[in-house]
């Protein structure tokens, strides 16, 4: 039997403000500066003078509430035409797609895991450990995405579905994830392996713990990666299947001084 989920299972860590014949808009003021919590759903894929009505809808609302930037979903497995595309270009908007995968646990492809992680789920005397490899690396893409990050990390450890996972060897942290816990599935987020620990099954070793926790319940696997990820590869032979796709564009607004 083929999976009902689909991209609108996914955690939003946001409220429906706006539900029009166009688009739902989400929003989380709390993480404002979050894209992936603030955004607008469209309902169609639409031509470039309807988009265009609909970008001045979302921008109004984002300075409104003095948020800095625009966000974008397609409907799922839905494309976009050539003239927004080059609209996208011309008012630099950033483009990519992500992919829904789903994996029956009953279906893993136990691959060698590494028999010297010990996992554990984060509490108070261990979250600074989470923070801190998170921020490794997070300061990569520069102290500001570190720093909002850090707060999206605090906030979601503070909501009953979600739990952090730790991965140590030897007491140092080598690994983490995020779950995020429903009646019917799991959803993994955020899989990180500290790059001095690469390529030792320290990820795979992490979502073979999550399946464990899955089969408990006869809950499915669920993830999003980037359509370009290389870890997709990694995925598949675990048993994840591919079932839909999704377009976002994003863009940040200029700060007014």
Do not use: C
């Not at 993994?188 to 320290?202: E, H, M, P, W």
């Amino acid at each position: 039997m083929e999976s009902q989920l689909s991209f609108s299972d996914i955690e939003k860590y946001s409220t429906i403000v706006e539900d029009n014949e166009f688009f739902t808009q989400y929003t989380n003021q709390t993480l404002a500066k979050h894209y992936d919590a603030n955004f607008v759903l469209l309902k169609f894929p639409p031509v470039l003078a309807e988009f265009k009505v609909i970008e001045k809808m979302h921008l109004e609302y984002q300075l409104a509430i003095g948020q800095t930037h625009l966000h974008f979903y397609w409907p799922e497995n839905a494309g976009l035409y050539m003239e927004i595309l080059d609209y996208f270009s011309a008012e630099n908007y950033e483009v990519g797609m992500q992919v829904l995968q789903v994996m029956k646990p009953q279906h893993f492809k136990p691959s060698a895991l590494n028999e010297n992680v010990h996992l554990e789920f984060v509490t108070k005397d261990t979250l600074e450990q989470f923070l801190e490899i998170n921020y490794n690396e997070d300061i990569k893409l520069g102290d500001e995405h570190a720093a909002q990050q850090e707060s999206v990390y605090r906030y979601q450890f503070h909501l009953p579905q979600i739990k952090f996972l730790l991965a140590t060897i030897d007491k140092q942290p080598v690994g983490s994830l995020i779950l995020i816990s429903t009646d019917n599935y799991l959803e993994i987020d955020g899989v990180l392996t500290a790059n001095s620990f690469r390529g030792q099954k320290i990820a795979t070793t992490m979502i073979a713990f999550v399946v464990e926790e899955a089969l408990k319940n006869k809950q499915e696997v669920i993830l999003v990666a980037d359509a370009e990820d290389t870890p997709q590869e990694m995925y598949r032979k675990m048993g994840f299947d591919t079932i839909s796709s999704q377009i976002h564009a994003q863009k940040r607004l200029p700060v007014k001084k």
